[in-house]
Structures are given as structure tokens and as C-alpha cells.
């Protein structure tokens, strides 16, 4: 079929703590290989469960590896861990909903194994979960007069537009239209909404762990004393702040990297407001 006529679905989202190098990622999804220090017959068992057709690395702006399953699942996974999964369709929903399952029981527990070593991430941080967004990318001769059934998608409540491209959110949604003129910017425009997507919802929950951790400090601040059987328990908590602070200052001060490289690229793309 035609993918010039077809709906691209896209499910994405981002791995922040990511500090292994792309190399990693290319040798597992390929091979099913990688140096670190994981059980061979489980990356062979994980990497077999994606189904993959083919796998090559590309270069661009930003290094990524770029994949196929044989059900047609398009995968880019991006230096920075942005990581995209992709099918043309006909079917919008029904393609959100494989992409998720594929998502949930294949592509992330392999991804997540790669990333099992090293210290262990506090479990206020572990426990940290996030609504991925999905993206759906169309070609119109009108842009900004596309319509979306709110029925199936949600109301629309933001709208952005440039000559040949127009962007609708909902709540569950990102809409992105473009005319023929400007089809070859889409790919681009996906990645750019999925990573702030993701950079601003991972921030507020920092954020908001960080506020609540130093509600938690100022309360022991303030008692007038601490019994001696309580002392072991108070210093273990603190510790376990110190850590969790200490963890989200290091993600904090990744994210500053990561935003001037995503800004550069996404300087491509204009938009404005309606």
C-alpha cells in the first residue's frame, strides 16, 4: 500500500537517565550483543521478542538507530533516548493500541534490561510514571481547517500553525498536519512534540518530588527534639533524601544539555499561536 496515503501513528518518548552510548543500543537491537555485563541468553530471548527486520545506524543532527519489525513497526532510538515507534495505517486507534502493547511487552522491558545496572534509582524516582504522547501525522490541502472527531480523540484545546503546518492537541492526542509542501518537516515536528512533551512532564515531576522531599526536611527541622530510638530512623531518612536530591540535581543538569540540542533543531520549524 501507498505509505504516501496513509496516516503515520507514532507512540515515543524519552529516556532521560540515558548515559550509555548509542552503540549499546545499536549492538542489542541488531545482534542481540552488547559488552555490558547482562546475561547472554536474555538479551538473545528480549531481542528475539521484537521481531525486527532490519536495523542500521543513521546520522543527523543527533546520532539514532533506526528499525524495523516485520508487522511494520518503525522504530528510531535517538543518542539524547528519545525513542520513537511508528506505523503507517488506516486505523488510528487500532495502531495506537499496538504500538502501546508492542511498547509495553517488547520494546521497553528490552530497553529497560540495557539500563539495569549501575546503583539503583530511589524508588520515589523509580516509581515515576509518565503518559507517553501519541502522535498522529496527516498530509491536507488545508491545514488548518483539518477537522478531528472529538468523539474518538478528545476536544481540541491548543492549536498552532506556520504556512503548510498546523498542530492540534487534545488530550490524548497530537495532531500533526501538514500540506504536501512541507511533509518532508513531519518527521521532524514528531520528535520535537514528543520530547517536550516528555522534558516538561519528567520537570514537574522532579519538581514536585524535590518540593515535597524539603516539606519532609522542614518538618524534622522543626521538632523540638528526637528520641533516641528514633535517631537511626531519622538518619536513615535523611540519607535516603540526600540521595534522591542529590539524583534529581544530576537529571536536572542532563536536561539542561539536552534542551540546547532539541532547541537547535527545532529552530526549523516556526510556529505561531492561533
Known amino acids: 500500500m501507498d505509505q ?32 555490558l555485563d547482562l546475561s547472554k541468553e536474555k538479551l538473545q530471548e528480549l531481542r528475539q521478542k521484537m521481531d525486527l527486520k532490519e536495523v542500521t545506524r543513521e ?27 511508528e506505523l503507517y495505517t488506516g486505523n488510528i486507534e487500532e495502531a495506537a493500541a499496538t504500538l502501546k502493547q508492542y511498547f509495553e511487552e517488547v520494546f521497553n522491558p528490552g530497553i529497560s534490561y540495557i539500563f539495569s545496572l ?50 492540534f492537541k487534545t488530550r490524548n492526542y497530537i495532531f500533526i498536519v501538514t500540506d504536501s509542501s512541507r511533509e518532508t ?44 530510638s528514633e535517631v537511626e530512623n531519622v538518619r536513615t531518612k535523611l540519607d535516603s533524601y540526600q540521595k534522591t536530591i542529590n539524583l534529581i540535581g544530576s537529571r536536572i543538569n542532563q536536561m539542561n544539555a539536552y534542551i540546547h540540542t532539541r532547541a537547535s533543531i527545532a529552530k526549523g520549524v516556526k510556529i505561531e499561536t492561533q
Open 185 to 228: 518537516v513531519a518527521q521532524d515536528l514528531v520528535d520535537m512534540q514528543i520530547f517536550f512533551r516528555e522534558f516538561k512532564d519528567q520537570l514537574e515531576k522532579y519538581l514536585n518530588i524535590h518540593r515535597k522531599i524539603w516539606e519532609e526536611i522542614s518538618a524534622i527541622k522543626e521538632r523540638s527534639f528526637i528520641k533516641g
Open 118 to 167: 549501575g546503583a539503583p534509582t530511589p524508588k520515589v524516582l523509580a516509581n515515576i510514571q509518565t503518559e507517553h504522547p501519541t502522535v498522529i501525522s496527516v498530509t491536507a490541502d488545508d491545514p488548518s481547517s483539518y477537522q478531528i472527531d472529538p468523539h474518538k480523540f478528545g476536544g481540541v484545546y491548543s492549536q498552532v500553525t506556520s504556512q503548510g503546518v498546523t498542530v
Open 59 to 85: 546520522t543527523g543532527s543527533l546520532e539514532y538507530v533506526k528499525a524495523q519489525t516485520n508487522s511494520g513497526i518503525q522504530i528510531r532510538y535517538y543518542e539524547d533516548g528519545l525513542y520513537i515507534l
Open 4 to 35: 504516501r496515503n496513509k496516516t503515520i501513528v507514532t507512540f515515543g518518548g524519552w529516556y532521560q537517565r540515558t548515559t550509555l552510548h548509542l552503540s549499546e543500543i545499536y549492538g542489542f537491537l541488531a545482534s542481540g550483543f552488547t559488552q
